[in-house]
């Protein structure tokens, strides 16, 4: 079974500051892991998904993760805030259990970004 | 590519009313999904489908039912309708991408109110 935890429902920063939202997962199997956006009043969309290929993952608008195995983490960061950030982040799991890949998505947490 | 459409976007119910969900997709993806999304829930998983004729229950099944007769739609079907229904829905789509997994296609939701 796999599962993810979203440390934190509600993060809320300054313009201009660093941006931590943390995603911890546990997964019987070597997962695939991803971040998703979700803008007021709007369906998911994708922000970056790790591939294996890296451990740095980049995505649009400026984030990135870093998938640590040994600390089965894939926290998001983007080094200055904007207030376009404003917005509900979802990171996800998806390994190959029971005969096919159903993600797992954590609770959410929403971003708040202070003039 | 109008990618993955949801009808109605809007909607309310009375109690014991029963109501069709429309999702398509036109990327030719195998896999769909319905979620549910409940405030500071995340997404939970009510049915997701490998490709045309197979449908699963996932983590929420009860109270709906699915099908899938051709690779494009996949709708939710409420039979009597609880307020305990009361949520925004998501369809969902993807296609197995090689080293990457199922990064899924999100619709725009549909808002269900059950009074």
């Known amino acids: 079974a796999q599962s993810v935890t979203q440390l934190g429902s509600h993060v809320s920063v300054s313009e201009g500051a660093l941006v931590l939202l943390r995603c911890n997962y546990s997964?019987?199997?070597?997962?695939?892991l991803f971040w998703y956006v979700q803008y007021p009043n709007q369906g998911l969309q994708l922000l970056l998904k790790?591939?294996?290929?890296?451990?740095l993952v980049k995505g649009i608008n400026g984030f990135e993760a870093e998938f640590k195995k040994s600390e089965t983490s894939f926290h998001l960061t983007k080094p200055s805030a904007h207030m376009s950030d404003a917005a509900e982040y979802f990171c996800?799991?998806?390994?190959?259990?029971?005969?096919?890949?159903?993600?797992?998505f954590g609770r959410g947490t929403s971003l708040i970004v202070h003039p | 590519n109008a990618g993955v459409t949801q009808t109605p976007k809007f909607r309310i119910l009375k109690i014991g009313q029963s109501m069709t969900l429309q999702c398509t997709q036109d990327?030719?993806?195998?896999?769909m999904y319905w979620y549910r999304q409940d405030p500071g829930m995340g997404l939970k998983l009510i049915y997701y489908?490998?490709?045309?004729?197979?449908?699963d229950k996932g983590e929420v099944p009860n109270g709906y039912n699915v099908s899938r007769s051709t690779t494009e739609d996949f709708p939710l079907r409420l039979e009597l309708a609880a307020p305990s229904q009361t949520s925004v829905y998501f369809c969902?789509?993807?296609?197995?991408?090689?080293?990457?997994?199922?990064?899924?296609?999100f619709g725009p939701g549909t808002r269900l109110t059950v009074t």
């Open positions: 969902a789509s993807s296609q197995r991408e090689p080293g990457v997994g199922y990064e899924q296609y």
């Open positions: 997964s019987s199997v070597p997962p695939y």
């Open positions: 790790y591939t294996s290929a890296a451990t």
């Open positions: 996800a799991v998806s390994a190959f259990e029971g005969g096919s890949y159903i993600p797992t």
């Open positions: 990327m030719n993806h195998n896999y």
């Open positions: 489908s490998v490709g045309a004729g197979i449908t």
